[in-house]
């Protein structure tokens, strides 16, 4: 069956970063080799990424510039259950964690870079430090207090936006685009999650591809799926229906579907599991969007 120009405007950004199983990758590129059209807007989307990649790069000198004579953070070590985490935090709430294995001085001049301030050797407030644990932990139930009010503002909204996403649950980066306000913005979106200066508490680990799967994550893609499975989300059998083309779960009996890891799809009886792969399929055979996972 030869694939439509829109299925596959879908899952460029997600065919340009590799994240599509084999079977939806070649089908990508037979399709690219004979549509100009859609060439040209995934060599733009490619455009679009490197410049963003400049942008964060390009943006430090004036934060700092601003910044410079600014309060410090605060910061130190916590352990977790996902191993020793840098964290750094001021009368807001926290402002930054790293779970990678960098030193101290590391972490500062990482701190400095990316938020525009400094930071010293403090004691992080043991209420602080229990939120992170809980976090690393999947146990976490409420918001954290968090710092963010040095990023730009569609940042901000769209790492704000996150914290909509249930425990246990994941969205797609078009959704979390649309509901932060820019629908067209998922490429964006994309680039915001892997520069989220406080991963666990703004939870990034949630969002995945559209085409299924996990995704890319920070710190990997293991402890994004360790993540996930603590929070209650059944990664193997999203990743199952996932290779199978499923992308939205039906109820026969409600006549509504949802996004396979709503809390209302988890209750759909196996027999009255209807399978679909898109939102439009869904609207054809009579079926209405979930109210709560809002999946179109």
Not at 186 to 199: D, I, K, L, Q, Y
Request: charged fraction near 25%; proline fraction near 7%.
């Amino acid at each position: 069956m030869t694939m439509r120009c829109r299925d596959a405007i879908r899952q460029l950004d997600a065919f340009r970063t590799g994240e599509l199983p084999r079977q939806g990758a070649e089908g990508i590129a037979a399709h690219l080799a004979g549509c100009a059209e859609c060439a040209e807007e995934l060599r733009q989307i490619r455009s679009v990424a490197e410049r963003l990649r400049r942008m964060r790069t390009l943006r430090v000198p004036r934060i700092r510039k601003r910044r410079e004579h600014g309060p410090c953070d605060g910061f130190a070590r916590v352990e977790t259950d996902l191993g020793p985490a840098w964290v750094s935090f001021n009368a807001r709430g926290i402002t930054m964690i790293d779970l990678g294995r960098c030193g101290a001085g590391d972490f500062m001049r990482n701190h400095q870079s990316r938020l525009g301030r400094a930071a010293v050797a403090r004691p992080v407030p043991e209420r602080l430090a229990r939120l992170v644990q809980q976090a690393a932990e999947g146990s976490l139930r409420r918001d954290a207090p968090v710092d963010i009010t040095s990023l730009p503002p569609f940042q901000r909204r769209v790492l704000e936006t996150l914290r909509a996403i249930p425990r246990g649950e994941v969205r797609p980066y078009s959704w979390l685009a649309r509901e932060s306000g820019f629908p067209r913005a998922a490429r964006a979106v994309g680039s915001t999650m892997a520069s989220n200066p406080v991963p666990l508490l703004l939870p990034c680990h949630r969002v995945v591809p559209a085409g299924g799967g996990v995704g890319q994550y920070a710190y990997g893609a293991p402890v994004k799926r360790e993540l996930l499975g603590r929070e209650g989300v059944p990664v193997d059998e999203l990743e199952g229906l996932s290779r199978a083309g499923v992308r939205y779960l039906g109820s026969r009996s409600t006549r509504v579907f949802c996004f396979p890891s709503c809390r209302n799809a988890r209750r759909i009886a196996p027999t009255n599991r209807v399978p679909f792969a898109s939102a439009e399929e869904a609207a054809a055979a009579g079926f209405r969007a979930c109210r709560h996972c809002r999946p179109a």
